[in-house]
């Protein structure tokens, strides 16, 4: 089994299939996002994240969810709409996806096989868990919900 994650693909809000590949020799922060979340001002901070870091090989990937307390209602036109007009996102946003049980999406698989959470959980515990990639494609670190983005930026400066 290939250590990176440039063998899978993902829908984007619009309906097209995105290769991850396409992001070879960047570096990545892949995030579960929602709308209806505590953490949803985390997208503030990512956009930010995004916007210092993009010229340097730095990119934000979002997949929303809706498997914590149905959070992330919304069709994928809307939750484009509301990442466009509530925080002006630039990164990537992706369809909707699940990250935990029978139908995972196969990314979310890898990351979680890779970096475990606390005592090696592989479970995703809620919104806003965000997965930092070197530029390899090797998922270096697992960050908590809670953990805002700001604070992983000297991490993805360290490897950009």
Not at 97 to 113: E, R
Not at 128 to 151: C, D, H, M, W
Request: glycine share 6%.
């Amino acid at each position: 089994m290939s250590t990176n994650i440039y063998q899978f693909s993902a829908k984007n809000t619009s309906g097209e299939t995105v290769e991850l590949a396409d992001y070879e020799n960047k570096v990545m922060l892949i995030v579960n996002t929602a709308s209806g979340c505590g953490f949803t001002p985390q997208y503030k901070g990512l956009q930010e994240l995004y916007q210092n870091h993009q010229a340097q090989g730095f990119e934000v990937l979002a997949f929303p969810c809706n498997q914590f307390k149905q959070q992330e209602k919304g069709s994928d036109e809307e939750i484009k709409q509301f990442c466009d007009l509530r925080f002006n996102i630039k990164f990537p946003l992706f369809s909707k996806i699940d990250v935990n049980g029978d139908n995972t999406h196969p990314l979310f698989n890898f990351l979680k096989a890779q970096a475990p959470g606390i005592l090696g959980s592989k479970g995703i515990k809620w919104n806003f868990t965000k997965f930092l990639v070197n530029k390899e494609g090797q998922v270096i670190k697992r960050y908590a919900p809670s953990t805002k983005p700001e604070a992983i930026e000297a991490d993805i400066e360290k490897l950009l």
